[in-house]
């Protein structure tokens, strides 16, 4: 079983910035891509930002060059910068992670429970 924990949430006003980190814990072999969602009332959840594990990147449009992410391999944490946030920003935003339980074995998805991330004007 892996669990996925999130931390870093919270309110911040216009133009502000908050850090959510996630860290991956239990029994598996490695963790492969690992990302942040988000999910905002009414809406699908969707990608904000991947990155493998030899650090490549990729970010949705509406965030690029405002959050960055990053990740400590042998932590098994992933972390979301986020700066210059705005109100559609709000959002509950998720951990993911892609993780296999043995060498070349099957890949598996797993979510954190979510963060809430609240951007006042």
């Known amino acids: 079983q892996v669990q996925l924990v999130e931390s870093g949430g919270g309110l911040v006003q216009a133009g502000g910035s908050l850090r959510l980190s996630c860290a991956a814990s239990?029994?598996?072999?490695?963790?492969?891509?690992m990302a942040w969602y988000r999910q905002a009332p009414g809406k699908q959840r969707q990608l904000v930002a991947g990155i493998g594990r030899d650090g490549s990147t990729n970010y949705a449009d509406s965030v690029k060059g405002r959050f960055t992410i990053s990740r400590d391999n042998t932590k098994n944490t992933v972390n979301l910068q986020m700066n210059s946030l705005n109100p559609e920003d709000t959002a509950v935003y998720y951990c993911?992670?892609?993780?296999?339980?043995?060498?070349?074995?099957?890949?598996?998805?797993?979510w954190g429970q979510g963060t809430q991330v609240t951007v006042s004007s």
């Open positions: 993911n992670a892609e993780v296999i339980h043995r060498f070349l074995g099957p890949k598996y998805n797993y």
């Open positions: 239990g029994s598996f072999f490695s963790a492969n891509a």
